[in-house]
């Protein structure tokens, strides 16, 4: 069936707007509960997290009802990471885990991500079969049966010591004056925590949650703050999280940024120097740059690219036994510390290479030369499909044929916003900007 309400990353939109309504998010929480509570029997739980958005609380309290009307007891963590909801799912016992976020996007909007009890995000099949239930109507439970709700107060500090685990028993932080951006999010307590708990000098910023300044100048999106605080604290280093901290960006001490790709590197060739990446092979998306894939290809590393979207890199990775995979924007997924990806383990994983090697941040977060890459996104309204027009489809086959054998060309729609993104790869940068520009022409005139 095609897919009316989840994207590559649950469902996200304007909050107070379809598909981001209370009442949609009742009638999603309804039909996950029936999902994960078909025999109706009672005991069975559900925990949910959120980041700081105002508009969490309509979402979480929506949600709520519907879960508990199916007899699910929920169980809220507040504000935490969404890699925390991945981790306390299977640890606390429970059926469906739930985080209310809408990552990296601006604070007016939101969305719902999905973990089944393995901690893992949900497959297309039981997403599908969710979305079915909530357009279609779920059977409440008997009253006798309906669900309790509880306030957790110590999830995050569950997952702190799970996240500072990761780290090295061995290494310590003394000495390292380092920047955390947490994008007024979720993590604006955990990650300075952890960081001053393993002995480093912490610069925070973005910890001033209001509930509308989430992602706002500063994050993964927006590094320039930070990396401007780099130079003016004379800082070894830069961690700069997304809303919901399960992507991350790094900042040297020069204020130069380094993307997921060149994070990925690093540890890849690392853990193939140890002989523990798992299948001798990383697994990130159709986006990654050339540059990386011909990196790995120098030291014997296979690179095997998967849709975008951290949850198709995680699918591959299991499928194919893989332990390291993630994308360019700063999902890095490390399945021997987490289910899914988490910012601040890979910022950790990082610092611990800086301690171990003695290194500056500079010598480590540029592994290898870009292929030179553009992106432009347009934007489309509701239900315009521009993809599909004659003119469009005649530019990205002209685009094609110019980039034929010197780059590459990719062309989706976002799964997470109204986007349509246009990027290209080639080693002639006037080349690459003129077919990235008439597709984009082509795009925009249609919509």
């Known amino acids: 069936m095609t897919r009316k309400l989840f994207g590559t990353d649950g469902v996200r939109g304007t909050a107070n707007t379809y598909p981001m309504t209370a009442d949609m998010a009742l009638r999603l929480g309804a039909a996950a509960g029936r999902h994960f509570r078909r025999d109706g029997s009672a005991g069975h739980r559900v925990v ?14 929506a949600l709520t009802a519907g879960l508990t009307s199916t007899g699910m007891n929920v169980l809220l963590l507040g504000p935490v990471p969404t890699p925390a909801v991945g981790l306390l799912t299977p640890s606390m016992r429970a059926d469906l885990g739930v985080m209310i976020s809408a990552s990296h996007n601006p604070a007016v909007d939101n969305g719902i991500k999905l973990f089944g009890p393995d901690g893992f995000k949900l497959d297309d099949a039981a997403e ?14 008997r009253p006798d049966r309906i669900g309790r709700a509880k306030r957790i107060d110590d999830g995050r500090a569950r997952y702190l010591e799970r996240v500072k685990s990761t780290f090295p028993s061995d290494l310590r932080l003394d000495g390292l004056k380092v920047v955390i951006d947490c994008a007024n999010g979720a993590a604006y307590r955990a990650a300075p925590e952890v960081l001053w708990e393993l002995g480093a000098d912490v610069i925070p910023m973005g910890v001033e949650p209001n509930g509308l300044n989430i992602n706002d100048g500063c994050g993964s999106t927006k590094p320039e703050a930070a990396a401007k605080l780099i130079r003016d604290m004379g800082a070894d280093v830069g961690i700069c999280l997304d809303g919901d901290a399960d992507r991350v960006i790094l900042i040297d001490e020069r204020g130069q940024v380094a993307d997921g790709d060149q994070i990925m590197a690093l540890f890849a060739n690392r853990w193939a120097e140890e002989g523990r990446l798992k299948g001798h092979t990383l697994a990130a998306t159709v986006m990654s740059n050339l540059g990386l894939e011909r990196y790995l290809a120098d030291r014997q590393i296979v690179l095997h690219r998967t849709a975008v979207g951290d949850r198709n890199v995680v699918e591959a990775m299991r499928e194919h036994g893989l332990n390291l995979g993630g994308e360019q924007s700063g999902h890095i997924v490390m399945t021997d510390y987490a289910t899914t990806g988490d910012g601040l383990i890979a910022g950790l994983q990082f610092l611990a290479e800086m ?5 500056r941040a500079s010598a480590l977060s540029q592994n290898f030369e870009k292929v030179p890459q553009l992106l432009k996104n347009v934007r489309y309204g509701d239900g315009s499909t521009p993809l599909e027009t004659p003119e469009v489809q005649a530019a990205i086959k002209e685009g094609e044929a110019r980039l034929d054998g010197t780059g590459r060309l990719l062309i989706r729609k976002s799964g997470t916003e109204p986007l349509i993104r246009v990027m290209a790869e080639a080693e002639d940068e006037a080349l690459m900007k003129d077919v990235v520009d008439d597709i984009v022409g082509a795009v925009e005139s249609a919509v």
């Open 48 to 61: 949910i997290g959120k980041d700081t958005r105002l508009s969490g609380y309509m979402i979480e309290n």
């Open 355 to 359: 301690v171990r090697t003695g290194k």
């Open 128 to 141: 599908a079969a969710i979305e079915e239930m909530a357009l279609n109507g779920v059977e409440p439970a």
